[in-house]
């Protein structure tokens, strides 16, 4: 007999899930019970919050969506950030949790960790499936395999009743094969583009799969590219790339200098576009604009809009000769977007440029700290999808460590380099133990200022008393050895993380004051 969790667990396999990240609970044993004879690695974090983080750096890396597996109740109220930080990110994530039996729903019965209705919390967030009856699985996982291989991408959550997990189900569905999308017409967005003397291109993470067609259209357009956080690596030391935020102020003049500006994968957020909220982004209604999201491409008023997969369209746009000075342009653009960084900026963006001539082709996973703020600023990182972090969109504090360890599995290759300080890492120490158990090449760097640097600085603007900002950090050498983890204590100039790992540096700086 296939009970429902053999043939959801045997769908993951059809899928090609290679991971599962999860914390078993008396309430998803059956789940537990398939998942030895299919072959998925199983990955235990701290926290349900580390699962979602650890399937979120696992998606990223690797293309394909992660998995988590949690516990009625409190494992799904445990893993809602992760998932909003994917919702914001567009990051395909499938959460399976339990729920209580179908009989109990709703009734406020006092069992074990009951809630009055999950599915409302996580249907906030993305879609969300409650299995009523075994019959209806295969039309749910088809639903599930749509909204996780197409579209935009996020987080999707699927509950399954305690009274029916081992009750007896279908086969589950052969996953179908990808369909070949129709191509719209494009001849309207090439006159545009033929049209124009000074073009350029905003890129954002929509185009992180497309880094090759992006870097052809450039140059066929001649136009410079400027990267959002989530576009970073791609066209790395390209003579046409700008690696730097359209918040800063030079960004903004190549932008209101063209005269037509592509905007490819990008939902045009304010993190990206308007961090300091001043309202200066240069008006884009002449924009062409493409997304495979058409409710996004709806959210902005353009000249013209293209709905479709970024890798799929591209080729097809074109424009007889390249506008001439489009390398010049990009390179007037970069030297004065550096000149503009804010005070300090520059020094955190030298360790970051150090970090990746002594580590080459690493991948550099960030949380809300000072040193990734400057590099969401200003950074050109040398590996497509190698640059990546929570300090925009959601801004989950925590992120680096879980979103490292799926990082580090989707790619075990590849150096990994989890940059984050050390009030984020307070929010999920855990994970450390996951790197060591899993024996992960993630070489974990605390930039330590014993407080929220960000947050003080921004109460002393305001003439706000500095509260609450200075929380007293661990001894991370103790950290590091009950971890088991080797150790270095270092400052910015002289962090050499070319050893591997799993290990953990220390970087100290001068500590958070309150006046």
């Known amino acids: 007999m296939t009970t429902v969790a053999q043939s959801l667990v045997d769908w993951l396999q059809h ?22 004879d299919a072959g998925i690695r199983h990955v235990t974090p701290r926290h349900e919050a580390g699962a979602g983080f650890m399937a979120d750096g696992y998606a990223r890396v690797s293309g394909r969506f992660g998995v988590a597996l949690v516990i009625t109740g409190p494992g799904l109220t445990n893993i809602l950030t992760p998932m909003a930080q994917a919702r914001a990110d567009s990051v395909p994530m499938l959460v399976i949790s339990g729920v209580n039996r179908r009989d109990s729903l709703g009734k406020g019965l006092g069992h074990l960790h009951e809630l009055p209705d999950q599915l409302a919390l996580t249907k906030t967030l993305g879609p ?248 969401n600023m200003y950074y050109d990182h040398d590996r497509p999808r190698g640059w990546f972090n929570a300090a925009t969109g959601y801004g989950a504090l925590g992120y680096a460590t879980g979103a490292a360890v799926g990082a580090a599995l989707a790619s075990p290759d590849a150096r990994i380099l989890c940059l984050i300080g050390d009030g984020g890492l307070m929010f999920s120490p855990g994970e450390l133990l996951t790197a060591v158990e899993e024996n992960l090449d993630i070489t974990f760097i605390v930039f330590n200022n014993a407080g929220y640097g960000e947050i003080a600085s921004a109460m002393k603007s305001a003439g706000a008393q500095v509260l609450g900002c200075t929380p007293r950090p661990p001894g991370f050498a103790d950290l590091a050895r009950a971890c088991g983890l080797p150790f270095t204590r270092t400052t910015p100039e002289a962090i050499d993380a070319t050893q591997s790992g799993p290990r953990l540096i220390e970087v100290t700086l001068p500590p958070v004051t309150t006046t």
């Open 128 to 375: 969300a499936f409650h299995l009523d009856q075994p019959d209806d699985l295969p039309a749910i996982l088809d639903q599930i395999a749509i909204a996780l291989t197409s579209g935009r991408g996020g987080p999707v959550h699927l509950q399954i009743p305690l009274d029916l997990m081992a009750a007896e189900a279908p086969d589950a569905p052969q996953p179908a094969g990808p369909k070949t999308p129709d191509l719209p017409d494009l001849a309207d967005a090439n006159a545009l583009l033929e049209q124009g003397k000074a073009p350029m291109i905003l890129a954002g993470g929509g185009c992180r799969h497309a880094g090759a067609e992006l870097q052809a259209l450039a140059e066929r357009l001649g136009a410079p590219v400027v990267l959002t956080t989530n576009a970073r690596g791609l066209l790395h030391g390209h003579p046409l790339v700008v690696p730097a935020s359209a918040s800063l102020g030079p960004v903004r003049d190549l932008i209101k200098s063209a005269d037509q500006v592509l905007v490819l994968g990008t939902e045009l957020g304010q993190t990206d576009y308007d961090m300091y909220d001043d309202g200066g982004l240069p008006d884009l209604t002449g924009m062409i604009r493409v997304d495979i999201d058409a409710a996004q491409l709806a959210r902005h008023p353009a000249a013209l809009t293209v709905q479709g997969d970024v890798a799929t369209i591209l080729p097809q746009l074109t424009r007889a000769t390249p506008a001439p000075d489009g390398p010049v342009r990009a390179a007037q653009t970069r030297k004065a977007a550096y000149g503009a960084l804010p005070a300090g900026y520059a020094a955190e963006i030298a360790v970051l440029d150090r970090l990746r001539d002594t580590c080459p082709d690493a991948i550099m996973v960030g949380d809300s700290t000072q040193v990734i703020y400057a590099g």
């Open 15 to 36: 899928m090609g899930t290679e991971v599962i990240f999860g914390i078993p609970g008396v309430h998803t044993i059956e789940l537990y019970r398939a998942l030895p």
